[in-house]
């Protein structure tokens, strides 16, 4: 995996009674105990809480930040402002937000939304060993307050999920060239293996790929060094079989992976490139390769891998507790409900009428 690297401007600062052997252990420590992905999101969230408070207040953050700010911050994402008044102070903020590219509208975010910016600013709190303004009584009452106000029925990731007949006609549109091969070994490997996110995906080493097996028994092994729902070294190996396994193979052949990264971008002329593949690349890929088999846009995305492994498994009555070994699904609760949505397509109950 590659090394990770803590966004400079935004280190915890240690405190001040620290020395500076001690301030430099601590950080090192932070950036080795938070995964990649959560480093990412805190950079983002804190580039925005600090656009924020500058667009809102013409100041930086404040550490530990006010309770007065923070109850602003809540109440500025809390509500539509397409209808508010131009000189809205809500809404001029959104709009420098938005002329910056880290808005999107004027809608209302989702609560979720607010909640993981309002966690990564609590996370840095917490790693200043300051008290958080979110843990005061009136700040707390009114973030619960503007998520039930804000509440959405949860979207799905995926329009739909890929199952087995979906990712046949993708499979399909994968032919001849070194890109092909790449894409049937990411579509094969993302469904075959569990469902693999894309960050999963992509985070892959060819060290991470055990060929031992292959010629005597077709058998892949993979081993993920840590995912959403693990940590570093509670990973199980996982394994890839039949076609799966043998367009991976085949992708390490042609695209003659030895070491590195074990998924990269093919340029337009069909040669592969030594750097990594981004995890907005899966994106795109199945979105090309959904075009490609005559499928509207939009049908399903990356996510559709995952959901489409669990819902086929439940469609050919694999037993749930099997499909979670590859899904590395931590609640039972969460890959219950793909199963759930086949037992009640498939219930007797439901032809009463003919």
Not at 23 to 50: C, F, H, I, S, W
Not at 82 to 107: C, F, H, M, Y
Not at 258 to 277: E, H, I, T
Not at 327 to 333: D, E, F
Request: hydrophobic share 40%.
């Amino acid at each position: 995996m590659r090394p990770m690297t803590a966004p400079a401007p935004y280190l915890p600062a240690a405190s001040p009674t620290l020395s500076q052997a001690d301030q430099e252990a601590l950080t090192d420590l932070y950036v080795r105990g938070t995964p990649e992905n959560t480093l990412r999101a805190y950079e983002r969230d804190l580039l925005y809480v600090t656009a924020w408070k500058f667009a809102r207040f013409a100041a930086t953050l404040d550490w530990p930040e006010s309770e007065a700010t923070a109850l602003a911050f809540i109440l500025d994402h809390a509500r539509d402002l397409n209808d508010a008044p131009e000189t809205d102070v809500a809404r001029e903020t959104a709009e420098a937000l938005i002329a910056q590219g880290l808005r999107k509208s004027l809608a209302c975010p989702a609560p979720s939304t607010l909640d993981r910016r309002i966690a990564s600013w609590l996370a840095f709190h917490r790693m200043k060993n300051l008290t958080s303004p979110f843990d005061a009584p009136q700040v707390k009452q009114a973030r619960a307050k503007a998520r039930r106000a804000a509440a959405r029925p949860p979207a799905p990731k995926s329009q739909h999920p890929i199952t087995r007949d979906i990712l046949e006609q993708l499979l399909a549109t994968c032919r001849g060239s070194r890109r092909d091969c790449r894409d049937r070994a990411i579509l094969t490997l993302g469904w075959a293996s569990g469902g693999r996110r894309r960050s999963e995906i992509t985070g892959l080493m060819f060290e991470d790929v055990s060929l031992k097996e292959f010629d005597k028994s077709g058998v892949v092994w993979i081993s993920l060094l840590e995912t959403k729902t693990t940590q570093k070294g509670e990973t199980p190996r996982l394994v890839l079989k039949g076609r799966a396994a043998q367009a991976l193979v085949h992708w390490i052949e042609v695209g003659e992976i030895n070491d590195g990264p074990l998924f990269r971008p093919v340029s337009k002329a069909d040669n592969v490139l030594r750097r990594w593949l981004s995890p907005d690349a899966i994106y795109q890929i199945v979105k090309h390769r959904l075009a490609l088999a005559g499928l509207p846009a939009g049908f399903a995305s990356p996510h559709g891998l995952r959901s489409g492994f669990l819902t086929q498994a439940a469609l050919d009555g694999a037993p749930i507790q099997a499909a979670m070994r590859l899904s590395l699904h931590r609640s039972m609760a969460q890959a219950q409900k793909y199963y759930d949505d086949v037992d009640i397509a498939e219930n007797p109950a439901a032809d009463l009428l003919g």
